[in-house]
């Protein structure tokens, strides 16, 4: 496939292709801050170099992109409607709230849940699979998640 072919998930290249942009699922609220981390840097490159279906992670982004254009989903706001941010750990993306019924892949998201997404390389390189997920719930401020893909995840040691 040529660096610039049609991938099939509108206007996203897939890592390598022309006009790739690997902060794409990141919090447009906050990346400008995040890509100063270096770490948060690391683990971006690290998640897309380790991702074994990246076009499965973007087909979601595009899930939820299609949804935010038709005005089904919103960022995801607390008390005060300030709003909730971002997830801790890679893509660090932005929390949404789904104003109708979705669905983010396979996983069916109702009216009013809070969502977002989690694609992380944590453990890869020492057996663990790659972490794909659309995590829903009630989120909170949490300290940043580096993704390290040479040790177990957290929950594992």
């Given at each position: 496939?040529?660096?610039?072919?049609?991938?099939?998930?509108?206007?996203f290249?897939?890592?390598?292709?022309?006009?790739?942009?690997?902060?794409?699922?990141?919090?447009?609220?906050?990346?400008?801050?995040?890509?100063?981390?270096?770490?948060?840097?690391?683990?971006?490159?690290?998640?897309?170099?380790?991702?074994?279906?990246?076009?499965?992670?973007?087909r979601?982004?595009?899930?939820?992109?299609?949804?935010?254009?038709?005005?089904?989903?919103?960022?995801?706001?607390?008390?005060g409607?300030?709003?909730?941010?971002?997830?801790?750990?890679?893509?660090?993306?932005?929390?949404?709230?789904?104003?109708?019924?979705?669905?983010?892949?396979?996983?069916?998201?109702?009216?009013?849940?809070?969502?977002t997404?989690?694609?992380?390389?944590?453990?890869?390189?020492?057996?663990?699979?790659?972490?794909?997920?659309?995590?829903?719930?009630?989120?909170?401020?949490?300290?940043?998640?580096?993704?390290?893909?040479?040790?177990?995840?957290p929950?594992?040691?």
């Amino acid at each position: 496939m040529p660096a610039s072919a049609p991938t099939g998930l509108g206007s996203f290249a897939l890592p390598g292709q022309l006009g790739f942009d690997p902060w794409l699922m990141t919090d447009p609220n906050n990346v400008a801050a995040l890509k100063r981390d270096p770490g948060v840097v690391k683990v971006i490159r690290d998640m897309w170099a380790l991702d074994p279906q990246p076009a499965v992670s973007l087909r979601w982004w595009a899930d939820i992109q299609a949804a935010e254009r038709r005005g089904d989903v919103r960022y995801a706001r607390g008390p005060g409607g300030r709003l909730v941010g971002y997830y801790f750990c890679a893509p660090y993306a932005a929390i949404y709230e789904a104003v109708r019924p979705i669905v983010v892949g396979d996983t069916a998201i109702r009216a009013g849940q809070s969502f977002t997404i989690e694609c992380a390389p944590e453990g890869t390189r020492v057996g663990y699979p790659f972490k794909r997920e659309v995590v829903t719930g009630d989120f909170q401020a949490a300290a940043l998640d580096y993704c390290d893909p040479d040790a177990p995840p957290p929950h594992d040691e």
